[in-house]
């Protein structure tokens, strides 16, 4: 039944398509919730979809059937928003949810005392990042991330929160929500970029400040690629202030960016010692994960997925393990610092 035009979810799961379908991808987007999403080969249309129910030990099937159609009728095609039997579908959508450690504080996290650290691994679900030899980024980034929450955990100094603990999909907005409501002294987030073939090689680790214009125009093209992130599980979540004329956002956010470009400082200065850094290890562009006001962030490319060299890193416990100690003893050193002067100033 698998002609050109027509796609079943009778294959076996995983990148690879065939006729109009050129690759697929599935994932978790929120608690109840999944979506896939299909790379066509050109413009097509759903000319029928039906469920198959499950029967002779075969489980419940989805066929989608596909016709190739022309670009005009493909752009006069209406968005599902602003098709009328889908509207109801949409409107009663759960909102994509904050993980737990978003919620606001308890009278006991209160009384804790310690810094919060918050560390965000990355894409996740259906977004799985770069991928190069058979190596998703949101799965090396989420081994990265967690190796650097025990070790921050066994110190006993900090509160370590992670945007994600697994595999799933959790909007760029949620990211930065963890980290306000916690009143975080610190968010890491952890990524592994690639160098499209046509521009050549890259390696090492680089790190990122928010800016809102680009160091540079890899900077610009990593920060609009994450930027787009949301849009592959089809949120909008452009949430910007409507108003940020007020000098005490204006005061705090000059001075969030001054903590985040010494931690960065700080951090390059720990890493460069243990790991292969890039040849311009720090950056800075407008990317929307680090756009809280009052939490200092960085961004940390921990290598390129698409160098051979830093691949073999990612993958290896040893440089895993070399990697996170140096960032948490950059953390160490930031926080030590800041709190120390914050009691000073009491």
Request: net charge neutral; with cysteine.
């Amino acid at each position: 039944m698998c002609r050109k035009s027509i796609f079943s979810c009778r294959r076996a799961p995983g990148p690879g398509g065939r006729g109009l379908v050129k690759a697929f991808r599935y994932g978790l987007v929120m608690p109840g919730g999944s979506r896939i999403v299909f790379d066509l080969t050109g413009p097509a249309k759903i000319a029928n979809s039906y469920v198959l129910e499950a029967a002779n030990s075969q489980p419940a099937r989805l066929v989608l059937e596909l016709e190739e159609v022309d670009r005009a009728a493909f752009v006069q095609s209406l968005a599902p928003e602003n098709r009328p039997e889908l509207r109801p579908a949409i409107a009663d959508a759960p909102p994509a949810t904050v993980p737990a450690a978003a919620a606001p504080e308890t009278a006991q996290q209160k009384a804790d005392g310690r810094p919060v650290v918050v560390i965000d691994p990355g894409h996740g679900g259906i977004d799985n990042g770069t991928q190069s030899s058979g190596e998703s980024e949101k799965n090396l980034v989420l081994a990265f991330g967690l190796a650097l929450r025990d070790r921050l955990e066994k110190t006993g100094k900090y509160r370590v929160v992670m945007t994600r603990s697994d595999d799933t999909f959790i909007p760029l907005n949620d990211r930065v929500k963890v980290a306000r409501g916690l009143k975080a002294a610190l968010f890491v987030s952890i990524h592994a970029d690639a160098l499209p073939r046509a521009e050549g090689d890259a390696q090492g680790a680089t790190i990122y400040t928010l800016s809102d214009k680009a160091s540079d125009a890899e900077a610009q093209r990593l920060a609009d690629s994450e930027n787009r992130a949301d849009a592959i599980a089809g949120f909008n979540l452009a949430e910007e202030p409507t108003d940020v004329a007020d000098i005490l956002i204006d005061l705090t956010q000059r001075e969030t960016r001054t903590f985040s470009s010494r931690f960065a400082h700080l951090l390059m200065g720990e890493m460069k010692a243990t790991v292969r850094m890039h040849k311009h290890p720090l950056k800075s562009a407008g990317f929307r994960v680090l756009k809280a006001p009052d939490v200092p962030s960085v961004l940390v490319e921990i290598g390129y997925v698409s160098n051979k060299g830093d691949l073999e890193h990612l993958v290896s416990e040893g440089w895993r393990s070399r990697a996170v100690g140096s960032m948490a003893q950059a953390i160490d050193g930031f926080l030590a610092k800041r709190m120390a002067t914050a009691g000073s100033s009491n």
